[in-house]
């Protein structure tokens, strides 16, 4: 069985933040329409399947064709199962990356659980260097967390793992087209925390979002991008970024509302999407998922991840690329630099 294959498990719907931009939604249009096309997340689900049936798929990627699983969510480290889930997925002898919005790294005992489980990376997500901007972004539902709670958990992190090379821990900010001077501005807070890897990422909303006018890039915003992730790319660091080519999709993607092909895309190969709800799709992109047909539609309940993941390489030529592809290449290609031990820039 080929092993080469990455899962990017969306395990659990609920969050304590409140991301108006969040691929799930927001809890005030889906308490007034729940959504209910395939595929359509929300933090409001009443489906997410149960801790038992979670622990059993899991049990069953020993031997399957993946070989590292990217824990997401909803919030991943609020639910304490998470942890029985990481210790089992790594005794299935996969890799294991957590994102996470940072809040649950400052409680007692956190950090330590995620060294002595063998976690390989965290990802911290945080949209702006400055606090304010931050928190209007990422609003915590209670008020009580933002940037400053982030920042204490990321440091709480850095200082349990002390030497110890694992887990590495990273920044993913969520690039939108106000201000591509945040691509720079993260990096430089990332290098100061003492952060290993630093991921800017651009947005992605459907066309009929509320914010898509004013947080969606257009082709005239290409230019700045472009100015900014050049200066990422030249400027001398020891943060470990994504491959250089990661700045042409990036900018490819911003430049234009449309689709595009990508030839041999690793969706459906060396890429899997699991939801809370169970269903599984060759990845996350909301246009391959809305071409799936419903014959072909997958669940993670009572499966085997060694049938369910064995489906030998088709035709991959997707003709479905759209801007919320482009945040896959660091999950599946460049992960390994990413959480290589030394910068390998
Ligand atoms: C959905 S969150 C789940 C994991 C965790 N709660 C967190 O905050 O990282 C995973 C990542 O997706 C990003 N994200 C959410 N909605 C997005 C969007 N519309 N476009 C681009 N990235 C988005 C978040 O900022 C975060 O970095």
């Known amino acids: 069985m080929r092993r080469d294959a990455t899962l990017l498990w969306a395990l659990r719907s609920p969050c304590s933040f409140a991301c108006k931009y969040c691929y799930f939604g927001t809890t005030e249009e889906h308490k007034l329409a729940p959504p209910s096309a395939p595929g359509v997340l929300s933090h409001l689900s009443r489906s997410d399947v149960p801790a038992d049936q979670l622990k059993a798929f899991a049990r069953t990627l020993a031997g399957s064709a993946i070989t590292r699983v990217v824990i997401a969510g909803g919030e991943p480290l609020d639910w304490p199962t998470t942890l029985e889930l990481i210790s089992l997925i790594k005794e299935a002898g996969c890799q294991v990356v957590i994102a996470t919005n940072g809040v649950p790294l400052t409680r007692p005992g956190m950090a330590y659980r995620l060294i002595d489980l063998g976690v390989d990376g965290v990802s911290v997500s945080l949209d702006s260097a400055d606090p304010h901007t931050n928190d209007q972004l990422r609003p915590s539902r209670s008020g009580r967390f933002g940037h400053g709670t982030v920042l204490d958990g990321i440091h709480t992190l850095l200082a349990a793992r002390g030497e110890q090379h694992a887990p590495r821990v990273g920044i993913y900010t969520v690039v939108m087209r106000e201000r591509p001077q945040e691509i720079t501005d993260m990096a430089q807070l990332a290098e100061h925390l003492g952060v290993d890897y630093y991921v800017p990422q651009p947005i992605s909303l459907a066309p009929d979002h509320a914010l898509f ?42 430049s234009t509302q449309e689709s595009g092909e990508v030839a041999n895309c690793f969706g459906g190969t060396r890429l899997y999407f699991a939801q809370p709800d169970g269903s599984i799709w060759d990845c996350p992109s909301d246009r391959k998922i809305a071409a799936t047909r419903p014959e072909e539609r997958r669940t993670l309940r009572d499966a085997d991840a060694r049938t369910l993941f064995a489906a030998p390489p088709v035709c991959t030529d997707c003709s479905h690329f759209g801007r919320d592809c482009v945040n896959m290449w660091p999950l599946v290609l460049d992960m390994p630099r990413l959480l290589a031990a030394e910068t390998v820039r």
């Not at 969606?216 to 020891?238: I, K």
């Not at 970024?241 to 990036?250: A, E, G, K, Q, V």
């Open 213 to 254: 006018t004013k947080l969606t890039h257009r082709a005239e915003d290409a230019p700045a991008v472009a100015e900014q992730l050049d200066l990422l790319y030249a400027r001398p660091s020891r943060l470990a970024l994504p491959d250089p080519s990661y700045t042409r999709r990036f900018v490819a993607a911003v």
